[in-house]
């Protein structure tokens, strides 16, 4: 049981950690290979994020029987969304990915998305150390509903 423990603790020190630096990062601008590296990255800690996010529903909807591992995946959740702030660098938008221009245009909504974002996943984080489920479900819900405000607005859709 500490063993685990020890674990949580230290990615939400690295999260800390990595929230403040992306908050001072976020308007840095990358260019030529770079930015399809960064785009890379980007879509390496989403798709971290949406396993995390995937592996959470199997629990909570009894498809898997791992309840032990629900605090493991909200501190990894916390800390892939302390680095949201820092995933976005200017140059990484169209044509290098699916984002659209709007991102960059509407910054205050963004940031806003990317705060209530994180504001859900560390409550996420501290139900799931808790082991209310009904909390780790309203905030695994509330996530949703900010990945999905941002996908809509300015992901493209595949091509």
């Given at each position: 049981?500490?063993?685990g ?29 770079m ?58 938008g ?66």
């Open positions: 049981m500490f063993k423990f020890g674990r949580v603790v230290a990615v939400v020190v690295v999260a800390a950690g990595l929230g403040a630096a992306g908050a001072q990062a976020q308007d840095r601008m990358v260019e030529g290979e930015a399809g590296e960064a785009v890379k990255y980007r879509v390496n800690v989403m798709r971290a994020t949406g396993a995390h996010m995937g592996a959470i529903a199997a629990i909570l909807q009894g498809k898997v029987e791992n309840k032990g591992d629900l605090a493991a995946h909200g501190a990894s959740l916390d800390g892939l969304a302390g680095m949201f702030d820092d995933l976005f660098p200017k140059g990484t169209e044509p290098a990915s699916r984002l659209r221009p709007a991102f960059f245009e509407d910054a205050e909504q963004v940031a806003g998305i990317i705060e209530a974002l994180k504001a859900a996943s560390g409550k996420l984080a501290a139900a799931a150390a808790a082991g209310d489920m009904a909390g780790v479900g309203q905030n695994l819900g509330a996530m949703g509903q900010q990945c999905g405000a941002c996908h809509k607005q300015y992901r493209a859709p595949q091509s």
